[in-house]
């Protein structure tokens, strides 16, 4: 809440005649301390909203905690070298003696007043020149004038409810404001923070009297627009066509003084069009100066409604809102309580709706607030002031105050504090229409407010004429009016003897109502009607979602599963998954009873899929509801690796001493979904498979991984994926174990292997082979010699001899040679020759199959010499991986050292055989 308060220094020194303070004994003694106020506290947000009486103390705490000033213990702020001085009412030439004073005495001239008040106000009056205008006859008395500042802000959010209440005698509100006038011709001078005249809420009614701030700016606080808002706006306005006239004495930073707010009534009191009311939405702690002003203005004829102020305390002890002559207002709540914190106490002539007031705002042509304080219970005063004065004219203050005081409802206020009248305004001057009959209002209640489908509602109608009306009949129409209703849902329920008639129904649809009641009249009772506003809600729905198994292979079928809560909520529901940021929709299936079930593939890859549930009623009477996400774990889905036995097993490089070119090498490999029993009738995509196929060296080398391209052959559980794999660059001879797998998040499979030689004859004894398929299979190899005879022809056998672990070695394969005949004319030469050989996986010497993995061989040659006999060994020695074992023979000389791989001996595998 915010509170504007101008803090006011007088001068010690001042005097006042006791002949004067006593025409003010009605409302109360003065007190030497002085404060004007604006009298507001603003909600200016709609959040931490408070009840009000929460708020009205919230609002008292913070004015003690940020140096209010109180009746009791007043500390007032002084305005250097600034006062304000009256003269005697026998002065005549107001302006001459002011102006001759201030030549004579220093000072400048901040305003004269003549017509309201007497005297002037100055700036800079030197020290010594207060004493001698203290002395001087034709001055009564000299203030000295004060600051404004402004508090801190409390939000409330009420819509308002002073113009119901002002129009009924007593409660419930019936959300009608009735009214006979609009104040048409009547002005209302707002003595504020300004005006904002453009705003919708004034149609042009709105206009500048006089800017005493002068920074040519309208209202930027907002308290003189909710102020003339309540007084004459169109929607929020007690007097709809009243004629607004903006004085603004407070500027954009709250700031004023009371020798502006005198320039202000003095301007009145002199410019004034009648008839006319004149609004003070402000005072303070008691002044002498500003209760003069009002009461020399309302001797012009003007009525003043004043605010009784902000503190919970005496007003007596505030001005203007102690003068007699005015009409001082304090604040209720719509509960017809005193607002905590609204002055009280016999200076209070009446109060008025001043707590959670909506009207409009500074902000824009269009901005409203909600805001609490006396500052809003007196417009609602000047606002009946100007009704009445539309059709009484020529009603003196005096009149217009009887008026009001008549019209007043008695003794409906509780909390409104000793000495404060139990008087409440009452817009309406006269109670009865011409035919005699007693107006009625009719109040609906609906409980519960709002409602769900198929809850009981019970509505509640109360008809009150000046008491409660306990004849005639009430019927409830659900749409439509009552002279034109489209659907009812009961009709002519007699009242009760405490005026009340009642019906529950269950069958309203959800929606929203206006439900009208509908009194009949009867026995001098007007005819009535009141509604209430009344949603029914859907029911509200809760989705849960449940995935079975929660663990499932890609391609595999999972069962999602949703139930909706409510009483037999009827729709469907969407599966969806998310898919990175968004929902796509799945499966959708209608609820059977609170279920909805649905089978779904599993098309995500491998790790977790994340799916909901979306409730989508078909009607309006259930709301729609989503599950919390469940999770699906995604395994790879089992396939089968073929691999083809017509893939080679040994090449021959492409060129002696060269490489294997690229491309060279193709080896076709297949890939197959592993399910033996399909389950639904598209089973997954096996093209996105994907497969690794390396070649890892036996011996020295760097791996090779070979390009593969992929065809999908074949449709359903019997497509396979066939790849081609080739070398993409050149091979070097060796002897390889080549791995396949397969790769990607979809599919996995259990990985092959089998084993291919790369060997080049002419760099010597390389070996060939391949894998020991099944028993007794052989296996290739290919060599290259060079001898030289010393001029013998060479004949005989080349033996491959295996060599154990323990030592002892096996004879594998003995290989006749042919008659090599060497070139002549050289007693020393070269001859070369090629051969081929195999050897089985049947180990003779120890009857048993050769041993998977690498092994030790020997190679040597046996010449038989010219006569066909055995007469030399002649034994070759690998180096590198190869691991030849054994020793030269005595034939050395007689021998090339040859190089060469591996004889890699894996274990017997099915190479793509069932």
């Not at 004493?131 to 508090?151: H, K, M, T």
């Not at 010393?790 to 394969?813: I, P, Y």
Request: hydrophobic share 35%.
């Amino acid at each position: 809440m915010q509170e504007f308060s101008v803090r006011i220094l007088t001068n010690n020194k001042k005097r006042i005649s006791m002949e004067k303070h006593k025409s003010y004994q009605r409302k109360g003694g003065r007190v030497y301390s002085y404060s004007i106020i604006i009298l507001l506290m603003i909600a200016t947000g709609c959040d931490n909203v408070t009840s009000p009486d929460t708020s009205i103390n919230n609002q008292q705490s913070a004015i003690q905690s940020s140096g209010q000033i109180n009746a009791q213990d007043a500390s007032p702020v002084k305005i250097p070298g600034q006062y304000i001085v009256v003269f005697r009412d026998h002065v005549q030439d107001v302006p001459g003696v002011a102006r001759g004073l201030l030549q004579a005495h220093g000072g400048d001239e901040l305003h004269i007043y003549q017509y309201a008040l007497k005297g002037f106000a100055v700036a800079n009056l030197p020290e010594p020149a207060l004493v001698a205008l203290e002395r001087n006859p034709f001055i009564a008395y000299v203030e000295q004038d004060g600051i404004a500042s402004i508090g801190s802000n409390t939000v409330q959010e009420n819509a308002t409810w002073g113009l119901d209440r002002i129009d009924q005698r007593q409660l419930p509100l019936n959300e009608l404001y009735h009214y006979t006038a609009t104040g048409a011709g009547v002005n209302v001078y707002v003595i504020d923070s300004g005006i904002r005249t453009t705003h919708e809420e004034f149609g042009g009614r709105a206009s500048l009297g006089y800017d005493f701030v002068d920074d040519g700016k309208d209202d930027c606080i907002g308290h003189g627009t909710h102020v003339a808002g309540t007084i004459g706006g169109e929607t929020w306005g007690v007097a709809k066509d009243v004629s607004l006239i903006d004085l603004r004495v407070f500027g954009c930073s709250g700031d004023g003084s009371w020798s502006t707010v005198n320039a202000a009534v003095d301007w009145i009191t002199a410019n004034h069009e009648s008839p006319a009311v004149v609004n003070m939405s402000l005072g303070g702690l008691f002044y002498q100066s500003i209760n003069d002003a009002v009461a020399g203005s309302i001797d012009a004829g003007l009525t003043y409604v004043t605010a009784a102020g902000n503190d919970g305390s005496n007003a007596c002890n505030y001005s203007p809102a102690s003068l007699p002559e005015s009409i001082t207002v304090g604040s209720t709540t719509d509960t017809d309580a005193r607002s905590g914190f609204s002055n009280k106490g016999s200076c209070v002539d009446i109060f008025a709706p001043g707590t959670g007031i909506t009207s409009a705002w500074h902000t824009s042509n269009s901005a409203t607030n909600t805001v609490n304080g006396t500052s809003m219970a007196t417009p609602h005063v000047a606002g009946a002031v100007a009704l009445y004065l539309e059709n009484n004219t020529n009603d003196s203050p005096a009149d217009v105050w009887n008026a009001i005081k008549a019209a007043a409802t008695v003794d409906e206020l509780t909390g409104i504090g000793e000495g404060s009248p139990n008087l409440l305004l009452y817009s309406l001057f006269d109670d009865l229409p011409a035919n005699g009959d007693v107006p009625t209002t009719v109040t609906i209640d609906a409980d519960p407010s709002p409602a769900a489908f198929g809850q009981e509602v019970t509505f509640t109608a109360e008809v009150r004429g000046n008491s409660a009306v306990t004849t005639g009949t009430v019927s409830f129409i659900s749409v439509g009016t009552c002279e034109s209703p489209n659907a009812t849902l009961a009709l002519e329920v007699a009242l009760d003897s405490n005026g009340e008639a009642f019906h529950t129904s269950s069958t309203l649809s959800a929606g929203d109502y206006t439900i009208t009641a509908c009194y009949s009249g009867a026995d001098g009772f007007e005819a009535a009607d009141g509604s209430v506003e009344l949603t029914v809600n859907p029911v509200a729905t809760m989705t849960t979602l449940t995935i079975d198994p929660d663990q499932r292979q890609y391609s595999d079928i999972v069962t999602l599963t949703a139930k909706v809560s409510g009483e037999n909520p009827t729709g469907s529901v969407t599966f969806e998954l998310l898919d990175g940021s968004n929902w796509t929709e799945v499966a959708n299936a209608s609820l059977s009873s609170d279920m909805a079930s649905k089978e779904v593939q599993v098309t995500s890859a491998v790790g977790t899929a994340t799916f909901r549930a979306v409730f989508s009623s078909t009607n309006d009477n259930f709301s729609g509801s989503t599950s919390e996400s469940e999770v699906l774990t995604i395994e790879h889905e089992d396939a089968t690796i073929t691999y083809h036995e017509d893939n080679p097993a040994a090449l021959q490089v492409s060129s002696a001493g060269g490489d294997l070119d690229a491309g060279e090498l193709e080896l076709l490999v297949e890939v197959q979904e592993n399910e033996t029993t399909p389950t639904m009738a598209a089973p997954g995509d096996i093209g996105l498979a994907g497969l690794s196929v390396q070649l890892v060296p036996v011996g020295p080398g760097g791996t090779v991984d070979l390009t593969c391209t992929s065809t999908v052959n074949g449709t359903g559980y019997s497509a396979f994926n066939t790849f081609t794999c080739t070398n993409s660059g050149p091979m070097e001879v060796n002897s390889y174990e080549v791995q396949v797998s397969v790769t990607g998040d979809y599919y996995m499979a259990q990985p092959y292997t089998d084993v291919f030689t790369l060997y080049d004859p002419s760099q010597g004894f390389t070996t060939g082979g391949g894998t020991f398929e099944l028993e007794g299979d052989r296996v290739n190899f290919g060599f290259v010699m060079r001898y030289n005879p010393a001029g013998r022809n060479l004949q005989g056998n080349l033996l491959l001899v295996r060599h154990h672990s323990n030592g002892t070695t096996s004879r594998l394969k003995s290989n006749a040679l042919g008659v090599l005949t060497l070139g002549s004319g050289s007693g020393f030469g070269w001859a070369s020759f090629d051969g081929r050989s195999t050897y089985t996986s049947w180990d003779s010497s120890s009857d048993n199959y050769v041993t998977a993995g690498n092994q030790a061989f020997t190679v040597y040659l046996e010449d038989y010499g010219d006569s066909g006999i055995s007469t030399d060994r002649i034994w070759v020695k690998g180096s590198g991986a190869f691991n030849m074992a054994g020793t030269l023979g005595t034939a050395s000389n007689n021998t090339e050292v040859l190089t060469g791989g591996t004889i890699s001996v894996p274990q017997p595998v099915a190479r793509g055989r069932q």
